[in-house]
């Protein structure tokens, strides 16, 4: 799952594109027309060339294929990026409060020859399964992550992985462990500006309609997104005093529940066809 930049103040068009096929394409056939995308991305305010540029450049990065029906070109969501956006619906919208049996999962890596590509890839996608650093190559979250663990391992043939899953047996160890593997101050700040930043929209579900709804879900989700690679979920006895995790994925499921309606409605009608999306 891609990473985004948390202090971007509007998304821009290939995370736009990413979120649309997300939430409402990719359940209308998992394609588009170029045009349909040109209407739903002017609603943000973007250019009809820079779509078109930018949808040319994602289907160079194999995100799309292309098919044509006369002179209009529509793109289909390749079958990587479907699981892409599965991962991430998955992960934004995980239990926040699922219990937790005391036990951490742990990843040792060692890479004989290290590179700097590779580690950022294997930061991210660790951060994305919402593991935390507590040394170079020791990786740990209170999750049950062993299976998601073992099938990063596959993907990086070049590095040596350990998976375990184990008990440390003292609450106060365990909460030792989450402040060196997480800068919690850092994370609860951020909490409080989306929190700041989105609590407008709370309530406003049937008060926004059209296009105005589809911007204000967008964006929530675009400031919301980012969480998951630096948030690990804590469980509840794992949390500080004040932590607003919980407050802010409350907040971002009601509204982008309640925006849904007239947000899919809107989509469906520039595409011409229902959007069979979930409820969360």
């Keep these: 799952m891609a990473e985004t930049d948390p202090g971007s103040a509007h998304p821009k068009p290939r995370a736009l594109i990413l979120d649309l096929f997300g939430d409402y394409l990719r359940y209308a056939g998992g394609e588009a027309k170029a045009g349909d995308l040109v209407t739903l991305l002017g609603a943000f305010g973007v250019e009809p060339a820079t779509v078109r540029m930018t949808l040319t450049r994602l ?6 294929t292309t098919r044509r029906e006369g002179r209009e ?12 956006l599965q991962q991430g619906r998955e992960r ?14 742990t990843v040792v890596q060692q890479n004989d020859k290290p590179d700097r590509s590779t580690r950022d890839q294997l930061r991210r996608q660790l951060s994305w399964l919402g593991f935390g650093s507590l040394t170079v190559s020791t990786w740990m979250t209170p999750r049950d992550r062993c299976s998601e663990a073992r099938a990063l391992a596959a993907e990086f043939s070049d590095v040596h992985f350990t998976v375990l899953r184990a008990s440390i047996g003292d609450l106060e160890a365990d909460r030792d462990v989450v402040a060196r593997c997480w800068d919690l101050d850092r994370i609860n700040q951020m909490y409080e500006q989306f929190l700041a930043a989105s609590a407008h ?8 309609h059209g296009a105005d709804a ?9 400031g ?3 969480f998951p690679f630096v948030d690990p979920w804590l469980p509840k006895d794992l949390r500080p005093a004040g932590w ?17 309606p007239a947000a899919t409605a809107f989509v469906s009608e520039v595409v011409d066809g229902p959007i ?4 969360q």
């Excluded at 409350?250 to 509204?255: D, G, I, Q, V």
């Design 224 to 226: 919301y997104r980012h």
């Design 201 to 208: 929209l709370a309530g406003t579900g049937s008060a926004l």
């Design 276 to 279: 069979d999306s979930p409820e």
């Design 59 to 64: 289907r160079r990065e194999h995100w799309f």
């Design 73 to 84: 070109a529509s793109y289909v969501l390749s079958a990587h990026m479907l699981d892409v």
């Design 92 to 105: 934004i919208f995980a239990d926040y409060d699922e219990p937790w049996d005391q036990h951490w999962t």
């Design 214 to 222: 589809l911007v204000a879900r967008t964006n929530l989700i675009a």
């Design 244 to 260: 607003l995790g919980a407050e802010a994925n409350e907040l971002f499921r009601t509204a982008h529940r309640e925006l849904g």
